[in-house]
């Protein structure tokens, strides 16, 4: 195995991190570019890269960063604000998950409401003497959760 | 008394392409139970209840009610979705119901009816395809001092994306012509349309032009803005703006 020297492996670290990062960026914007991700959760990815990328190329600033964090390897800083980021992106992903099931109840209040609606409409306009006709879809007027 | 954007088909009207069009109003709502009803009012004195869309983006208050005291058209969402679906619903109704012109009206009361007419003018003297109605040199009276900052700012961002200085980009006073409502019914921003529009615009070489109208101050009710949601505001139009430009349209 080569035996490199400390500058070197840090410069390797650096590099790699650098360009990781910026893979990440792009594909970001790419994937909005292509409408498969939406803006409002791509924001704190690309936040993301934007905070990394100083800390990275910057040593000082990132030396500065772990000692008021009271981290004594400073590359942990780095490691912990990618991190931080992580947990602010799943965290914002629970909350929109919620809402999305949320309006997703909405929506399944309407159309039930939509269906009785319809159903009374129909019954009227057969009149009242008449056999109501069959409903056309059997399970899915049925409150049950499945 | 009632007089009607482009008239009512009437004996001796020409039925050709050289009748005035009728504009469609799209009235996005959204917990103005305390506004719309003068909203509807001030509409119904410039166009007939055929003319006029308004959307409920699920009020949490009684504005559905009020708007069903109205022979207007309405549609309510059963969650809210914000002003972009509102209008991309609009223009989609516009199409079905062959309106060639369209005209976003908010229901907070700042519009005035009676200044519709000026941007509707503009699509239809072809002039543009987005006529924007700007609010003649933004006072303290209408706005805050964040809000005229901010306006500035994404002035000057239009300018470096479009190459087009717009004075009032936020103003939601528009009118459209058939060419942009057929565009915009099958592509239209997600989020905070303002801005992302008129990029968009540009993008579908659509023609965008500013007017000056007069508005009144916001009547009854509070805007809700806060400080983050400023800033998530500015940085998700510059992004969207930006990726606008990135597509191939």
Known sequence: MDVMNY???????????????????????????????????????????????????????????????????????????????????????????????????????????????????????EGPDQARPPDTEEGADSLDPR | MHRNKGGTPEAGDDMTDNAPKKALFIVPAYNECANIAQVLDDLLSVAGPEQILVVNDASEDAT?????????????????????????????????????LAVQFDGDGQHVAAEAAKIAEAIRADICDVAIGSRAGLSEHTSSLARRVGSKFISGILVLLTGQYISD?????????????????????????????????????????????????????????????SIYYLVKVILASCIILLRKY
């Open chain 1, 7 to 125: 500058s070197e492996l840090i410069l390797r670290q650096k590099i790699f991190a650098i360009v990781f990062i910026i893979l990440i960026f792009i594909l970001t914007i790419e994937f909005i570019r292509r409408r498969l991700l939406k803006e409002r959760y791509a924001i704190l990815w690309l936040v993301a890269t934007l905070v990394l990328v100083p800390l990275v190329l910057w040593f000082d600033l990132l030396a500065h960063l772990a000692r008021f964090l009271g981290i004594v390897y400073p590359p942990n800083a780095i490691l912990l604000t990618g991190l931080l980021f992580i947990i602010l992106i799943l965290f914002s992903f629970s909350v929109a998950l919620s809402t999305a099931r949320k309006n997703e109840g909405r929506l399944l209040m309407k159309i039930v409401d939509q269906e009785e609606r319809l159903r009374a409409l129909e019954k009227k306009l």
């Open chain 2, 64 to 100: 559905l009610a009020v708007i069903r005291r109205y022979p207007v058209k309405y549609i309510d969402f059963p969650f809210n979705l914000g002003v972009a679906s509102v209008l991309k619903i609009g223009f989609q109704h516009a199409l079905k119901n062959n309106f060639a």
């Open chain 2, 169 to 229: 980009p936020t103003s939601g006073f528009r009118a459209y012509s058939l060419a942009a409502i057929q565009k915009f019914a099958r592509d239209f921003p997600d989020e905070y349309p303002e801005v992302e529009s008129i990029v968009l615009a540009k993008k579908f070489g659509l023609r965008v032009k500013e007017t000056s109208v007069t508005m009144r101050p916001r009547q009854a009710g509070s805007s809700s803005i806060t400080i983050f949601g």
